[in-house]
């Protein structure tokens, strides 16, 4: 760069490599760069221009240009609409692997009272799920299942049922209803509690059917066909 000066004195000459510095600090002052885009701003066009260039390429691949895309998008839209109303929103299976209890033990009688709690506002789901508790804790408590914690609605069903067989059917429906509630994500009905609550006290009146008292009857009834 050659600087024009008056008189006789000779250019001032600035070698090129510091005369681009300058030029650059010059530059890099903030006076200059007020009005740039933000780092935002400039992530948005860049994905734009992005968004851009890919239905830009797209409709260059499809029959029809940008209308056929359109066509094809439209339609794709249709499908997973007709499957979703076809379908309904995807329920969670019931799950046999769900514990039944949680990790605080209550006794049947408390989950007794909170499930009537539950059922006087209405909550039918909670009140089922309370009720179930209470049927298997009772049948902890008289010693008609073994305490184990992790046991499922449907093993406890199982395991009750050998004890007291002539309400085997009414369990394993009341567990059902259960895993359905609490994993299905299905809504339980007042009907529905009404079922499991008179389940339980239909318990409380029955008297278990023990192992030799059914052997002795196998026997005596093998024994009187002998005979």
């Known amino acids: 760069m050659a600087l024009a000066h008056s008189g006789a004195e000779p250019p001032v000459t600035t070698p090129r490599d510091p005369a681009r510095e300058a030029a650059r600090r010059e530059l890099s002052k903030r006076m ?3 009005n740039d885009p933000s780092l935002l701003e400039r992530a948005l066009n860049a994905f734009w221009d992005w968004v851009d260039r890919a239905l830009g390429a ?18 794709v839209v249709a499908v997973l609409a007709a499957l979703w109303w076809r379908l ?16 605080r033990p209550r006794s049947a ?25 209470a049927i298997v ?3 902890e408590e008289r010693v008609l299942l073994d305490v184990r914690p992790g046991r499922t609605a449907d093993e406890a069903a199982a395991e009750a049922g050998r004890a007291l067989p002539s309400h085997t059917d009414r369990l394993h429906a009341s567990a059902r209803e259960f895993d359905d509630v609490t994993y299905g994500g299905r809504t339980a009905s007042e009907q529905s509690y009404h079922r499991i609550a008179e389940l339980d006290r239909d318990l409380e009146r029955t008297s278990p059917v023990l192992a030799n008292s059914a052997l002795g ?6 024994r009187g066909g002998a005979g």
């Open 88 to 103: 309904g929103t995807p329920l969670r299976r019931p799950t046999s692997a769900a514990a039944l209890f949680d990790e």
């Open 32 to 34: 200059y760069h007020e």
């Open 58 to 75: 797209a409709s260059a691949a499809t029959p029809g240009g940008g209308f056929g895309l359109a066509v094809v998008v439209l339609a």
């Open 137 to 139: 804790r009772s049948l």
């Open 109 to 133: 009688a408390e989950h007794r009272a909170a499930a009537e709690a539950h059922a006087a506002q209405g909550h039918w789901n909670q009140a089922v799920q309370e009720r179930m508790r």
């Open 217 to 222: 009857t196998a026997g005596t009834a093998r």
